[in-house]
């Protein structure tokens, strides 16, 4: 079992920039891929970006060359450094962690405001 817990929400201005973390408890030995999703006021929640167990990355073509997914392994936690943010980068933003085995987890997100 394990369990997610996001942080580094808040209100930016346009152009600003924030790292959201993702902590999880419990074994991630068997990890597939660790990820940022968001979900906007209205609309469906939508891959942002994810990094695999052997390091590759994916990113939505919207924050591709403004976003990074990162992973510390040693304090089991995920990064989302997101520089020059858009009010459309307006969400809630949700860490997912998905198993070999088909099974996902689910942290309760941490909101980003992007607004003047």
């Known amino acids: 079992q394990v369990q997610l817990v996001e942080s580094g929400g808040g209100l930016v201005q346009p152009g600003g920039s924030l790292r959201l973390s993702c902590a999880a408890s419990?074994?991630?030995?068997?990890?597939?891929?660790r990820g940022w999703y968001r979900q906007a006021p209205g609309k469906e929640r939508e891959l942002v970006a994810d990094?695999?167990?052997?390091?590759?990355?994916n990113y939505a073509d919207s924050v591709k060359a403004r976003f990074t997914i990162s992973r510390d392994n040693a304090k089991n936690t995920v990064y989302l450094q997101m520089n020059s943010l858009k009010p459309e980068d307006t969400a809630v933003y949700y860490c997912?962690?998905?198993?070999?085995?088909?099974?996902?987890?689910w942290g309760k997100g941490t909101l980003v405001t992007v607004s003047s």
């Open positions: 419990g074994s991630d030995v068997s990890i597939r891929t």
């Open positions: 997912r962690y998905r198993e070999w085995s088909g099974m996902e987890y």
């Open positions: 990094i695999s167990s052997g390091g590759r990355t």
